[in-house]
């Protein structure tokens, strides 16, 4: 059940592999004394700040390891920092100080050009207002971040159809997102995310936008893919979408205050991992495993 | 291909805005087509005075009398023009590159043909030898002859616009008119020259054997003009000493810096009109220009506009990984296509343009204006577009997401 390492083509069916890698689990994502100030002199606010360092009083920062194949919730209110962390973690935005590895690069070393690279390779967003580039079709919008990937047409139509029918919506690649529902849309946004098979999902409130019915769709859709090896982050103020990580993570006032692990980073995520021992038992009652 | 594919979103990001894309286009597509078609109109005009002047004859020199420039000479010293300095320069032997010698008066009389009475452009007493010297053709009728000049016969060939006016679709040939009182029989009339460029109409003209319009009209003591013909038009330079040297004799001059007459060719002429063409052209240029730069900075101003609405659609895509290149190549390919669709419909526009007639002026098209105004416009697109690009692509994707 357990699947590690990345798919290389996420869209198609990835392959299965056995345990090779190490016992423990590699950090995908490391995050050392960051802090983010915005602001000048007495007006400075920290938006990530940490605990305070005991002998100088100052911002120590927030460290933070993710493992691979980790399915992380942040959690907090607004103004809490989560926002601020996720743009950092999406190389969106860049920390006053500390130091962020991404899959053992250190991103803060580099340029612009190389952070387009990094969030088009490593990266797959999927943002609270879903985001989608207007006047354009479902297939087209999933392919877009392998066009800037330099892929080729043929390939780039063939991925992006796979990661489409992945979240059900194979039938939908032409519409355009004035033509989809609000959870179609963020159905083509995860699958605009996956397309290029990144290290990390990063998910802003995937499902304040949505109704109940959507939000399930989408969460599975997530559970699933974290359950085939993805590793995610998603930021949510909701507790019932936070069930669904294997770790949560909360913060104040730029402090993770706590650090929750609701299920082990090996295997599928907590609810999908109940649904599935619920299934076992319903085909034991039955006599027989599917 | 990922050219391809920069094309294919700057085209998706122009057809997002029809009517502004068009409208946009619009600007430049006036600005070439204006370049285009005044210059045209220019170039034609030039070409207009260019054709009358040659009409006149090229190898023709004018002499006419009265100090030349800077030539400061108190006028009682200054000696009239007269037949005799005619005959002089007639002498094969003093002015060998001379071929023929046409004095010339000039008067104004009215004419009066039955009941209607007009007032020709000018009426002239001459030579035979001016009709070839001056390029006139004849249509109807015949020249008058030498023989007509020794006779001072009382015969005159006029001009096509003299013709419609006081005979309107009659034949004039043989009819009688009175110039001044004095009848006259219409021996000839001569071809349309055209080439009105607004100072006098040449067709409007009568013209007569010397004397008799010296008998007339004018009296025998001066000619206003002496209409020379070099042999070619390889010797209107050496024809033009000639004269000048014959002319100081006969007015016994020996300063070559005072003279009291005005040899002129054809070719000074050119230059002089040339020049004021050029300067017509120059402007009309300037403001086609000027209206070119005008749709420049229509282009500028749209880009602006549309990478300010669509900010957070470059958020997006920098998100998803889209290198600052490809958004600046996105935005700079939309407004190189915006001014060479524009330029591209402007040429079609200008060239069609230029089959009008332009307030009696038919245009004639510089090639190369086609291919600079085209070249300028894209350069436009490009340099214009430049600044509204490199916007968006220095946008930080933090901040473009978060753009309202």
Redesign the interface.
């Known amino acids: 059940m357990a699947r590690r390492g990345r798919a290389r083509h996420s869209g198609t069916a990835p392959t299965p592999e056995t345990e090779t890698g190490p016992a423990t689990p590699v950090p995908v994502i490391q995050i050392q004394r960051l802090t983010k100030a915005y602001g000048h002199g007495d007006a400075t606010v920290h938006a990530l700040r940490g605990p305070d360092d005991p002998e100088t009083g100052l911002p120590a920062g927030v460290s933070l390891d993710i493992d691979e194949g980790d399915f992380v919730a942040v959690m907090g209110s607004s103004g809490s920092g989560k926002s601020t962390l996720m743009?950092i973690l999406?190389c969106?935005?860049v920390p006053t100080a500390g130091r962020y590895l991404l899959d053992g690069i250190d991103v803060g070393h580099l340029d612009?050009?190389q952070l387009?690279?990094?969030?088009?390779?490593k990266i797959g967003?999927i943002?609270q207002s879903f985001?989608?580039?207007?006047?354009?079709s479902a297939l087209a919008q999933v392919e877009?971040?392998l066009?800037?990937?330099?892929v080729?047409?043929a390939e780039r139509r063939k991925r992006a159809l796979a990661a489409l029918s992945l979240v059900g919506l194979s039938e939908r690649s032409g519409h355009k997102p004035n033509e989809l529902s609000g959870g179609q849309q963020q159905r083509v946004a995860v699958a605009?995310a996956l397309v290029?098979a990144p290290a990390m999902l990063l998910a802003d409130e995937p499902t304040g936008n949505l109704d109940s019915h959507s939000t399930e769709e989408v969460l599975q859709i997530i559970d699933g893919l974290n359950a085939t090896g993805r590793t995610v982050v998603l930021i949510t103020h909701e507790d019932e979408v936070a069930m669904h990580a294997k770790r949560v993570l909360r913060l104040v006032d730029g402090k993770v205050i706590s650090d929750v692990r609701q299920g082990p980073v090996a295997g599928p995520p907590p609810v999908l991992a109940a649904q599935l021992r619920q299934r076992a038992a319903a085909g034991e009652l039955i006599g027989g495993r599917q | 291909m990922i050219f391809w594919q920069i094309l294919r979103f700057a085209i998706g990001g122009l057809a997002a805005n029809k009517v502004r894309s068009a409208l946009t286009m619009l600007g430049v597509l006036i600005g070439v087509a204006s370049v285009i078609l005044l210059l045209a109109v220019g170039n034609g005009s030039s070409a207009a005075v260019k054709n009358s002047i040659t009409s006149l004859g090229t190898n023709s020199l004018t002499v006419s009398s009265g100090a030349s420039f800077g030539g400061s000479r108190s006028a009682a010293t200054t000696k009239k023009l007269t037949v005799a300095d005619a005959k002089a320069l007639a002498d094969p032997s003093a002015a060998p590159d001379i071929k023929s010698v046409a004095p010339v008066v000039s008067t104004s009389a009215t004419a009066i043909y039955g009941d209607i009475s007009y007032t020709p452009g000018s009426v002239l007493g001459t030579y035979p030898a001016y009709f070839e010297t001056a390029n006139e053709k004849i249509a109807k009728g015949d020249y008058f002859s030498a023989d007509d000049v020794l006779n001072a016969r009382k015969v005159a060939v006029i001009g096509s616009t003299t013709a419609t006016q006081l005979f309107d679709t009659d034949d004039p040939v043989g009819k009688s008119i009175s110039l001044g009182g004095t009848p006259f029989t219409v021996v000839g009339v001569l071809q349309t020259k055209g080439g009105s460029t607004g100072f006098s109409d040449p067709d409007d003209v009568v013209i007569a054997p010397l004397p008799t319009v010296q008998n007339a009209f004018t009296g025998f003591s001066s000619v206003s003009q002496i209409l020379v013909q070099a042999t070619s038009a390889d010797t209107t330079t050496q024809a033009q000493s000639e004269i000048t040297s014959v002319l100081m004799g006969t007015h016994s001059l020996t300063d070559p810096t005072k003279l009291d007459f005005r040899v002129s060719n054809q070719a000074s002429l050119l230059t002089a009109r040339e020049s004021t063409t050029k300067t017509f052209t120059v402007l009309l240029g300037a403001v086609a220009a000027i209206s070119l730069l005008v749709g420049g900075i229509g282009i500028t101003n749209i880009m602006l506009v549309t990478v300010t609405e669509r900010t957070r659609e470059i958020g997006i895509r920098k998100a998803l990984g889209a290198p600052k290149a490809v958004i600046l190549g996105q935005f700079l390919t939309e407004s190189t296509l915006l001014s060479v669709l524009g330029a591209g419909l402007g040429v079609a526009v200008g060239l069609i343009g230029s089959h009008f007639k332009v307030v009696g002026i038919v245009p004639v098209v510089i090639p190369s204006s086609v291919l600079g105004a085209f070249a300028i416009a894209v350069a436009i697109g490009l340099f214009f577009g430049s600044y509204p690009a490199n916007r968006a692509a220095s946008l930080r994707p933090i901040d473009a997401l978060r753009h309202e």
């Open positions: 743009n999406g969106l935005d612009e050009q387009s690279l990094v969030r088009n390779r967003f943002f985001n989608l580039v207007p006047r354009t877009l971040p066009a800037y990937a330099g080729k047409a605009r290029t």
